[in-house]
């Protein structure tokens, strides 16, 4: 038997929950990924993801560059290495690119998730049609790797005495069955909030209710009939254009609400294998949050929920942060390469930074007294990316004012707090209060450039989960945020649920 600690050959087997504890999950290379501002243009335009490929590849590197930047491990689908051309690049040629993948595989910063396959040089299936040429180019690294180094893969069971059972029915309980519960239980949730997270307009709500309704019935069904609930199956009924091949990303914009329907199945496809492991989704500006889901998720921390408005509040107070006089460029990450990516992930700057953070997610009910240092190691990171965008001859300095912006979601409602001039700039979006019972939300840390208009790194991450007990318990919250200086009310459409959670492809199991 293989238990997750013995290795073999190339390969060291281990569980998801050997994975270490800032391990992430980067969403943006789901092969369906796409920003929802896009998919939506995409939508109205006609035009599938082949007629998207360049803008989308642009998007889809730099959300891979800043998951290996801004997390210590980044756990990718195997067949993501030779089908995402976004990944494969690095080494479909001998050369500094390939190396530095191979340095970062053998280092354990990228991890291969393998669903049924028991290595990660295993030809795959011939029904997901593999691109030969990636998939050459991946067995040629693997086969690169000095005969010293091992490359971790994660998998859901390694136990090899049931003839691969225990993987299977592990795979089953925690990957497919939830992503069917989720879908399932749409028309659970307050549609109000739901439709205008979305982005939804309010007279719309009823139309776009009905059509969840004729989604959870459709997928009822297959349940009744012992057929499996999978994204593909649903993408053909609600999403994709009829009789076209899921892979090209053909949008039909005669089916009601295919954008938005779009971003609930993504959103509930590519939260499962992070939860199955146990580590946190890594989400892209412009897609769907988890709190969307409006669920009483457990809480990925030593502190659990945040159920005290006064607690909460102090997330929202008032800090001092000194002032940062270097210009920076953190967009210079675009013109890096992933030799400079294995070069950054060596420096002192970033080892320093991924200790701050993992000290932050660790307790953030400590939040007011460790996001400085947190903030203080990012901008020493961003100084590393801009030397080395420089040796490079590709970036010019800009001008860079690095501020931290804290945004509190609970139901409806957003918050956001920006640091600036040694106080908060507090703003408020709600919508009317429409559900009884416990409101759900989560506390997401962003570190952004405040020049209106110029490109950065942004970097956001959830660092905790909100749970209020009821309505009283959110009125108090709001009457205290309300009173903070500087407070106003945000004007423009409602809030959304996007922002700055996982994948998987499945083998001899039905895709997703």
Not at 8 to 27: C, F, H, K, N
Not at 325 to 340: E, M, Y
Request: net charge neutral; proline share 5%.
């Amino acid at each position: 038997m293989t238990d997750g600690n013995s290795s073999d050959g190339l390969m060291t087997p281990i569980r998801p929950e050997q994975l270490e504890s800032g391990a992430v999950i980067a969403q943006s290379l789901d092969n369906q990924w796409v920003p929802a501002p896009l998919a939506k243009d995409m939508i109205a335009r006609g035009r599938s993801l082949d007629q998207i490929a360049p803008q989308r590849l642009q998007e889809v590197r730099a959300e891979y560059f800043r998951s290996l930047i801004n997390a210590s491990q980044v756990v990718i689908n195997r067949a993501y290495f030779y089908n995402n051309d976004a990944i494969s690049r690095d080494f479909a040629q001998q050369g500094e690119s390939r190396t530095a993948h191979q340095k970062l595989l053998a280092s354990g910063a990228i991890v291969p998730f393998l669903l049924n396959e028991r290595h990660p040089a295993e030809e795959p299936p011939a029904h997901l049609h593999a691109r030969p040429d990636g998939f050459t180019a991946w067995q040629e690294t693997l086969a690169g790797i000095p005969a010293t180094d091992r490359v971790r893969c994660v998998r859901m069971s390694w136990d090899d005495t049931s003839g691969d059972q225990e993987n299977r029915e592990q795979t089953r309980i925690r990957l497919f069955q939830p992503f069917a519960e989720r879908v399932q239980g749409l028309t659970a949730k307050d549609i109000d909030v739901l439709a205008a997270q979305v982005g939804v307009d309010r007279r719309d709500a009823d139309r776009f209710a009905r059509r969840l309704g004729e989604v959870v019935a459709f997928s009822n069904d297959l349940s009744v009939r012992r057929q499996p609930v999978v994204r593909n199956t649903l993408y053909e009924e609600f999403v994709s254009v009829p009789g076209t091949n899921i892979a090209e990303g053909r949008y039909d914009g005669g089916k009601p609400f295919a954008a938005e329907i779009k971003q609930l199945l993504d959103l509930v496809y590519n939260v499962n294998l992070a939860d199955a492991l146990g580590r946190y989704p890594l989400t892209p500006v412009g897609s769907l949050r988890r709190v969307v889901l409006q669920e009483a998720r457990e809480a990925r921390s030593t502190a659990g929920f945040i159920e005290d408005p006064e607690q909460l509040l102090t997330l929202l107070r008032r800090q001092s942060f000194a002032t940062v006089q270097d210009h920076l460029t953190p967009a210079a990450v675009n013109a890096l390469t992933l030799h400079d990516i294995y070069q950054l992930r060596q420096t002192s700057a970033w080892n320093e930074y991924v200790r701050a953070f993992s000290a932050l997610t660790a307790a953030p009910e400590a939040f007011h007294d460790s996001v400085g240092r947190v903030f203080d190691r990012y901008v020493r990171l961003n100084s590393e990316i801009l030397k080395l965008a420089r040796e490079r001859d590709r970036a010019r300095p800009a001008p860079w004012r690095p501020v931290v912006e804290v945004v509190v979601t609970v139901g409806a409602a957003v918050f956001t707090a920006v640091s600036g001039n040694d106080l908060w700039e507090v703003a408020g979006s709600v919508l009317p209060l429409t559900v009884s019972g416990s409101l759900t939300g989560s506390v997401q840390l962003v570190l952004r450039n405040r020049i209106a208009g110029r490109r950065e790194q942004r970097f956001a991450r959830e660092i905790a989960a909100v749970r209020l007990a009821g309505e009283r318990e959110w009125a108090q919250f709001h009457d205290l945020v309300q009173r903070l200086p500087g407070y106003r009310d945000a004007t423009g459409p409602g809030p959304t649920g996007t922002a700055s959670t996982t994948t998987q492809d499945n083998e001899d199991l039905p895709e997703y």
